[in-house]
């Protein structure tokens, strides 16, 4: 209980402490008119007040992350606990305020529009095809987990391609309404049902008295049943994505730089939106990993249930908070990955709208951009669940990595401390490079060749960093 307690009070600290000297690199300037004024359109710029885009924020980039990604990075044991809690602080929040931060100082624009302002023509062509793509791929796999889930709840003839259809119906409005109509209505009330049910488990963790793995020398190991096929290192930090950092969540930001009324807001909203995710992720990795006695049983009844979050998920909902815990479970199963699905959509038809500088007031415009990519998403679904997953979680990753260099660029060329992202930026280019050499779902190297290889990259990636900041500082001295 002592490192869980711990590990709260550091995301606490990290958001009153850390977040103030991010803000201050940043250098905000509370009098400057934002995106949400000066480019308003009754559509996608709308003023909010920031309370409620904190909630849309949270419930965007939550989806199943903090909750099925935590319960299953909690097979590796109390490492678990260290990567959430640094990861949120030091990467994940850094990642998400700044994306929103440079969308704001950028007319709002999409999060690939910003790599490439940054990072060159070159990357941001890659980006938006790739960003697009991994929008889509979001899309399908918070499309097939709630639809499934939902076909069980209900009478045979609603099945699961009726609930897919049912989905995508309302995918389809949300997408295309403006963003108050749908998403500012109902998103904050799910986020609060979120946050209300991680509060409730919290408080039944302390009055049941559960025992909480503790964080030490002797338990810094791997927990996890298929130790060699899934060791910490890179497994852990690719499985435990959204509740420590996420590229997702790049592309969450600018929709509610969009809304956001004043630049004092982003370190609340941003900032405060992946904490808030840190802390649920933190809650729902200790109470899987001593709900049922132990990490090593966790292990077993993920084995049991082939590896199925859901179903630990549910057993620890409704055991611990009754039927109203169990309506809590469903709003967290089922509706949190579809409101992230939603935007994912949302997000791609912006960035395709960027890309070809297509106005998104008439409503035909917003038809033309999202009938093809409800097409690709369709096509998705019928692609066996656990693939589209692990290309999900890679390529997420992966995403975050290019975002921390495009950011790291940024600060470089303001003169500002850039290593508070270059050494994200240097730890998830050795994550993401080790997994996709090492995983099955990549090249299927060995752990050696993999962990070489991986290392080799980031050095260099380093070293290239270095050698772009110094020649651009001799191109454009100080004093220019």
């Known amino acids: 209980m002592i490192t869980f307690v711990l590990s709260l009070l550091v995301l606490l600290l990290g958001y009153l402490f850390y977040s103030k000297i991010i803000e201050r690199i940043e250098g905000i300037d509370s009098t400057r008119e934002t995106p949400a004024f000066s480019m308003k359109d009754g559509v996608d710029y709308m003023p909010m007040p920031w309370w409620r885009i904190f909630l849309i924020q949270f419930l965007n980039i939550a989806g199943l992350g903090p909750i099925f990604g935590a319960v299953a990075g909690a097979m590796w044991g109390p490492v ?15 990642h998400d305020y700044f994306s929103g931060m440079l969308s704001i100082k950028h007319k709002g624009l999409s999060i690939t529009e910003i790599v490439g302002i940054y990072m060159g023509v070159g990357t941001k062509q890659f ?108 497994m852990l930090f690719i499985t435990i994505a959204c509740g420590a950092i996420s590229g997702f969540h790049a592309t969450q930001s600018p929709l509610m730089a969009r809304c956001v009324t004043n630049e004092k807001f982003g370190r609340r909203v941003f900032y405060g939106a992946m904490i808030t995710e ?43 908070l009754g039927k109203f815990g169990g309506f809590l479970a469903l709003l967290g199963v089922v509706a949190a990955p579809i409101t992230s699905g939603d935007t994912a959509f949302r997000s791609a038809r912006l960035i395709v709208a960027d890309f070809l500088n297509y106005k998104q007031e008439p409503i035909k415009n917003r038809l033309f951009v999202s009938i093809p990519l409800f097409a690709i998403g369709f096509f998705l679904t019928q692609i066996d669940f656990s693939i589209i997953w692990r290309y999900f979680a890679w390529s997420n990753q992966t995403l975050a990595m290019i975002v921390l260099w495009a950011i790291t660029v940024y600060l470089a060329q303001e003169r500002k401390l850039y290593w508070i992202t270059l050494i994200p930026a240097v730890f998830m280019t050795a994550v993401t490079t080790t997994y996709l050499l090492f995983a099955p779902e990549g090249f299927s190297l060995s752990k050696d060749i993999s962990y070489s290889l991986g290392g080799l990259f980031s050095v260099l990636s380093l070293i290239g960093f270095f050698v772009y900041r110094n020649n651009y500082f001799k191109r454009i001295p100080l004093n220019t």
Do not use: C
């Open 127 to 234: 980006m938006r095809g790739f960003t697009v793509l991994l929008m889509v791929v979001v899309g399908a796999v918070f499309i097939m987990g709630p639809a499934k889930i939902l076909s069980g709840l209900t009478p045979e003839f609603a099945s699961m391609t009726f609930w897919v259809w049912i989905v995508f119906f309302y995918y389809l409005l949300a997408t295309m309404l403006p963003i108050d109509k749908v998403i500012g209505r109902i998103y904050p009330v799910f986020g609060g049902a979120l946050v209300f049910m991680a509060i409730g488990l919290l408080i039944a963790l302390f009055v049941k008295g559960y025992h909480i793995p503790e964080l030490n020398l002797s338990s810094i190991h791997n927990y996890h049943a298929d130790s060699e096929k899934f060791p910490i290192f890179p």
């Open 278 to 320: 840190g802390v649920v992720a933190l809650i729902w990795a200790a109470i899987s990993m001593s709900f049922f006695g132990g990490v090593r049983e966790l292990n077993d009844v993920m084995t049991a249930n082939s590896g199925n979050a859901a179903f630990v998920v549910n057993e620890i909902s409704n055991s611990l």
């Open 80 to 94: 678990a606990f260290l990567w959430i809690v640094l990861g949120s602080v030091f990467a994940g929040a850094v």
